[in-house]
Nanobody
């Protein structure tokens, strides 16, 4: 069974940096996309950044120039480097992946358990 395990959240001061990691495990045949969503207090879940098969990346306007997403295909791991963090970046960050599992004909959507990022002085 496919699982996504996140790490790297925590408390950071404004202007600081954090790096999130998300490792996919299981019998994965291929990946269509991997990325990160976040849900701040009282807000809806929103897309932060995503990498689509082939290497195309998309970012939310609010994080462009500050966050960088990357994927290690061999390790089936997606990273989110977050720089110049601001209080409005405070949220639970969720890893997302669209993967095809061995024995399945179609891609399925998987979510991580979420990791808290708090930006505060």
């Amino acid at each position: 069974q496919v699982q996504l395990v996140e790490s790297g959240g925590g408390l950071v001061q404004p202007g600081g940096s954090l790096r999130l990691s998300c490792a996919a495990s299981g019998s994965i045949v291929s990946s269509a996309s991997m990325g990160w969503y976040r849900q701040g207090p009282g807000k809806q879940r929103e897309l932060v950044a995503i990498v689509i098969s082939g290497g195309t990346t998309n970012y939310a306007d609010s994080v462009k120039g500050r966050f960088t997403i990357s994927v290690d295909d061999d390790k089936k791991t997606v990273y989110l480097q977050m720089n110049s963090l601001q209080p409005e970046d405070t949220a639970v960050y969720y890893c997302y992946a669209r993967l095809r599992e061995l024995g399945r004909a179609t891609y399925q959507t998987y979510w991580g358990q979420g990791t808290q990022v708090t930006v505060s002085s």
